[in-house]
Each structure stands twice: as C-alpha cells, then as structure tokens.
C-alpha cells in the first residue's frame, strides 16, 4: 500500500488549509486512519484519528480546530485545518492504523505513513 500527501503551504494564523491523503494498493474503507504531526526538536504527535464508519478522536491541542474526514470511495483521507496557529508548524503525516472497528487510541498501532506534507505558520 501507499500514501501521498498533498495540500501542504504556508499560511497566516487564523487561516485555513486542506490537506489531503491519496491512499492506493489495499482496501482504505477497512482500514483505521490518521494524521499525525511533527515538530522540528520534538515527537511525533497523532493529531487526529477516524475509524471505518466515521468516529473521530482529536488531541486536545487541535479540538475545535481541525477535522477529519474520509472518502472510502475515493480512497482518500482529509484534514480540514482552521483557525490555524504558529504552533501548528509541523510536518504533517498521513497513517494507516489496524483493521479494527474501533480503532485503538494507541499511535504504535498505526504503522504505515506517507512522506509528509509540511504546513507552516506564520504570525
């Protein structure tokens, strides 16, 4: 399987910004999904997390913010970004967890990621 990320740029805090997950080579609509984020200096941080029939789950620090979404017909993972913040500035990925129904709130079971897609903003 594979996973491209697109949508990534610079923005202004209180902007927005889309980013998509192309997902191809295995069957995406049974597959738990999720974006994770990293820093320069610091981990990696799940930021959002979907499950095959559309439960969400959200770090508090993006609650409010962002949302997930999924398109298991087009085979393709979303995250709608507002209300961005400097602290926001991250490498964002795309992460394809276990098959299950509800998806374990664990990241070490999410264990294929796409390249990355860099979102930065400004102040």
């Known amino acids: 399987g594979r996973l491209v990320e697109s949508g990534g740029g610079s923005v202004q805090a209180g902007g927005s910004l889309r980013l998509s997950c192309a997902a191809s080579?295995?069957?995406?609509?049974?597959?738990?999904m999720a974006w994770f984020r990293q820093a320069p200096g610091k981990g990696r941080e799940r930021v959002a997390l979907i499950e095959r029939l559309g439960g969400t789950d959200y770090a508090d620090s993006v609650k409010d913010r962002f949302i997930i979404s999924r398109d298991n017909a087009k085979g393709t993972l979303y995250l709608q970004m507002n209300t961005v913040k400097p602290e926001d500035t991250a490498m964002y990925y795309c992460a394809r967890g276990r098959m299950d129904w509800i998806c374990p709130r664990n990241p070490d079971t999410f264990n294929k990621w796409g390249q990355g897609t860099q979102v930065t903003v400004s102040s």
């Open positions: 080579g295995f069957t995406f609509s049974t597959y738990c």
